[in-house]
């Protein structure tokens, strides 16, 4: 995900990725700040399903200026999958990551958020599927 902002400061996009987080919360995970800096925002998805809440994705978000606006982008640093299987053979199929609906509500969130602050901000979403 990319958004940029021609009248929003970096501190408040940082805010907002910090503030989207607060509501992500689907029937697979939820998302949490890992660690928070000036310019970064550190996030994991942890999966609801396992009584453990076990941590199944991290990503972050990273803000920098650059010609007059402030953008803001994500990427996945890790992430788990689940692998079907039959009679204990590994399938060589598509797999799902596990959280990614989760990642994806939160850059909904995220890039709603921003909209709502500054209407001229753009956002855009490019998905690996």
């Known amino acids: 995900m990319s958004v940029q902002s021609s009248q929003m400061p970096s501190s408040r996009m940082v805010e907002l990725a910090v503030e989207a987080a607060r509501h992500v919360q689907d029937d697979r995970g939820w998302v949490s700040v890992r660690e928070r800096g ?14 453990d ?7 972050h978000v990273e803000v920098e200026h650059g010609a007059g606006r402030v953008a803001a982008r994500s990427a996945v640093d890790s992430f788990q999958v689940k692998e079907s299987s039959f009679s204990g ?16 509500r939160y850059m909904e ?16 979403f490019t998905s690996g599927k």
């Open 38 to 51: 000036s310019m970064r925002v550190d996030l994991r998805v942890r999966d609801m399903v396992k009584a």
């Open 53 to 59: 809440g076990a941590e199944v994705m991290q990503f």
């Open 89 to 104: 053979l590994v399938s060589v199929g598509n797999k799902k990551i596990l959280g990614y609906s989760a990642y994806e």
């Open 109 to 124: 969130i995220f890039g709603s958020l921003v909209a709502q602050d500054d209407p001229a901000a753009q956002v855009s």
